[in-house]
C-alpha cells in the first residue's frame, strides 16, 4: 500500500509539473507571436499601432525598428500643454533634439471629435508651424484606440520606447506638476534625463511618474 501511495504521489507531481511547463509554454508562444496583450508600463513591449498622420501617411511603430521612439500626447488647448510650447522651448527643444540624435518623435492627438484638442490635419500642421514644433509625425488618434492601448491619462504624457521596442520611459514630462511657466524654471525634465541615460548605456533611473495635465478627452469622456 505505501508503495502504491508513492507512486501516486509521484504521478500527481508529474502531472503537476507536466501542467506547469505546458501552461509556461503557451504563455511563451502567446507572446511571441502577439497573443498577449502589451502591457503600456517600462520594461514592457510597447503596444503596436498603425495610423494616419497629419501628412496623410500611414505610419506603424514597427516602421521605426531600431531607434528610439518618443510618444507625445499633446492637446494644444490645454493650459499644461501651453506651458510647455508657448512659454519657453521644452517640448520643441526635445522634439530637435530627438531629431539631431537619430530618434523619432510622435505627437499623439486622441480627442474625440467636437471635443477639446480635436483638430483637422491641417490646423495640427499650423499649430505646430505657429510654435516651432517639430515632431517627425502627428497622429490623429480620432477613436482614441492608440491613446487606450497606452493608457495615456493627460496632456502631455510621454513615453519613450527603445530600439528594441521596449518601453523604457512613461510618465510626465518632468517633476513641476503645474500650468504656471514659472515651474519650468529648475525643473528635472525626466525625458531628457531618461535620454541622457540611455545615450550613456545606463538604466533609466526613474523609468515610470505619475503623468499631469488636463485629461485626455476619449469619447464619452
Known amino acids: 500500500m505505501q508503495t502504491a501511495a508513492k507512486t501516486i504521489s509521484v504521478n500527481r507531481r508529474h502531472l503537476v509539473l507536466g501542467a506547469s511547463l505546458f501552461a509556461a509554454t503557451a504563455l511563451a508562444i502567446a507572446a511571441f507571436t502577439g497573443g498577449a496583450k502589451a502591457e503600456p508600463f517600462p520594461g514592457n513591449p ?24 518618443i510618444l507625445e500626447w499633446t492637446n494644444h488647448d490645454c ?20 531629431a539631431q540624435e537619430g530618434h523619432v518623435w510622435v505627437q499623439i492627438i486622441s480627442s474625440f471629435p ?3 484638442g480635436h483638430v483637422s490635419a491641417e490646423r495640427a500642421v499650423e499649430l505646430n508651424d505657429a510654435r516651432g514644433a517639430s515632431p517627425a509625425h502627428v ?9 487606450r492601448a497606452y493608457e495615456a491619462r ?15 520611459y512613461a510618465g510626465a514630462i518632468d517633476d513641476q506638476p503645474s500650468a504656471n511657466p514659472a515651474t519650468l524654471s529648475g525643473a528635472l525634465n525626466y525625458v531628457g534625463q531618461a535620454l541622457d541615460e540611455m545615450a550613456a548605456g545606463e538604466p533609466v533611473s526613474v523609468p515610470e511618474t505619475q503623468p499631469y495635465g488636463c485629461s485626455v478627452k476619449y469619447e464619452g469622456s
Open 154 to 168: 493627460t496632456t502631455p504624457h510621454m513615453f519613450i520606447i527603445d530600439a528594441g521596442g521596449v518601453i523604457r
Open 139 to 147: 497622429i490623429l488618434d480620432e477613436s482614441g484606440e492608440i491613446g
Open 79 to 98: 493650459p499644461f500643454v501651453m506651458k510647455h510650447y508657448n512659454h519657453g522651448t521644452t517640448m520643441a527643444g526635445l522634439q530637435a533634439r530627438a
Open 114 to 116: 467636437g471635443t477639446q
Open 46 to 69: 510597447a503596444p503596436a499601432f498603425t495610423a494616419a498622420t497629419a501628412a496623410g501617411e500611414t505610419v506603424s511603430l514597427s516602421d521605426f525598428a531600431g531607434q528610439t521612439v
